[in-house]
């Protein structure tokens, strides 16, 4: 990441722009840095001005504890700062609960873009959630950053045999180093349902989307998030799954945002 900011507490976020025309930042979700959401950028800055940035605890950026999401909220207020006063935002997965309250809390955005945030629309799944989060807090609080990786890819469901494997592989102890951002992450998901009093303070435009070939209740979520906005929109994103292809992805955000 080229460039620096500093958020209200004296956090250092690192960002990267690229492409010219309206701003938009992109915002990546768990076990990711700025540079995950790269390729989409590229698709864009064709026709936008693409920032993606290290959110706090991972990449290039600082992390000041005690962590809050409010603090994560800032973050994004001084990129946006940074990158002219005012922007679309587009968050992918657990980076869409933080876009979603980022933007209720009336940063300046013009147009708000999700894509598949692992909401779920069932009451019952209310349990599973605080229990991956009581473990998460044991894990990470005995330094076992390993052992946090591990419960996350379950909760996402992964096999057993595929996360043996992951531990074997040249990526985990990158996995391992951005671990104790986990919780940021479990702490903007909330109990994981979908917030639908706080996405109703959405002023902005917003577009909550799902992959054509993922599961259904991905589209659920999408629905529920699009119906609980004053001006939702839920779509699909044809032949897609959780991890969508940028030439794919882009072509769909590039006419919301142009909008």
Do not use: N
């Amino acid at each position: 990441m080229e460039k620096k900011t500093l958020s209200p507490d004296g956090t250092r976020i690192a960002y990267g722009r690229s492409g010219r025309g309206p701003a938009v930042v992109l915002v990546s979700g768990a076990m990711s840095t700025g540079a995950t959401l790269a390729p989409l950028a590229a698709a864009l800055s064709d026709r936008f001005a693409v920032t993606v940035y290290d959110r706090r605890g991972r990449g290039e950026s600082g992390d000041t504890a005690p962590y809050a999401v409010e603090r994560e909220i800032e973050d994004l207020a001084a990129l946006i700062e940074a990158v002219g006063g005012e922007a679309s935002l587009c968050g992918v997965s657990s980076g869409g609960a933080l876009v979603l309250r980022a933007a209720a809390s009336g940063l300046p955005v013009r147009r708000v873009a999700v894509y598949e945030v692992p909401y779920t629309v069932d009451d019952s799944a209310a349990p599973a959630a605080a229990e991956y989060t009581a473990r998460l807090t044991e894990a990470l609080g005995q330094g076992r950053h390993g052992d946090a990786v591990e419960l996350f890819l379950r909760r996402t469901g992964l096999g057993e045999d595929m996360i043996r494997g992951a531990r074997q592989s040249p990526m985990w102890a990158g996995m391992e180093s951005v671990a104790p951002s986990l919780a940021h992450d479990d702490a903007v998901m909330g109990d994981s349902r979908v917030p639908r009093s706080t996405i109703a303070s959405v002023a902005a435009p917003l577009l909550a989307l799902a992959g054509g070939a993922s599961d259904a209740w991905w589209h659920e979520a999408a629905r529920a998030v699009a119906e609980a906005a004053p001006d939702g929109t839920y779509g699909t994103v044809e032949r897609q799954t959780h991890m969508a292809e940028p030439g794919v992805l882009a072509p769909v955000l590039a006419e919301f945002f142009a909008g």
